[in-house]
Nanobody, 125 residues
């Protein structure tokens, strides 16, 4: 059984930083791991992802230059370093695992078969 365990959410002031982590276990195939977020009343949206074979990373335009995704291949742990946070970054952040995929599908939620429980990130003064 695949399990994704997330940690690191919380309340931060605008301009502050947070680091999310997600560890995967129980999987047989792991093409990529990524982060999505969902704000109240909005659809779930892609934030960032990393593919293990190539180490390539992908980010949404809205977070480029502020968020950095990284990972440790040996233990399939992915991190999301979030800097210069803005109120519009407030959302539940979900870690996800894709068993297969490609660079063409990496940003699509349907690529990911397994999801974490979500962690709340609130940016407010």
């Amino acid at each position: 059984q695949v399990q994704l365990v997330e940690a690191g959410g919380g309340l931060v002031q605008p301009g502050g930083s947070l680091r999310l982590s997600c560890s995967a276990s129980g999987h047989r195939f792991n093409f990529a791991m990524g982060w999505f977020r969902q704000a109240p009343g909005k659809d779930r949206e892609f934030v960032a992802a990393i593919t293990w074979a190539s180490g390539n990373t992908y980010s949404a335009d809205s977070v480029k230059g502020r968020f950095t995704v990284s990972g440790v291949n040996a233990n399939k742990t992915v991190y999301l370093q979030m800097n210069n946070l803005k109120p519009e970054d407030t959302a539940v952040y979900y870690c996800a695992l894709a068993a297969t995929g490609s660079r063409l599908t990496i940003k699509g939620a349907r690529t990911y078969a397994y999801w974490g429980q979500g962690t709340q990130v609130t940016v407010s003064s």
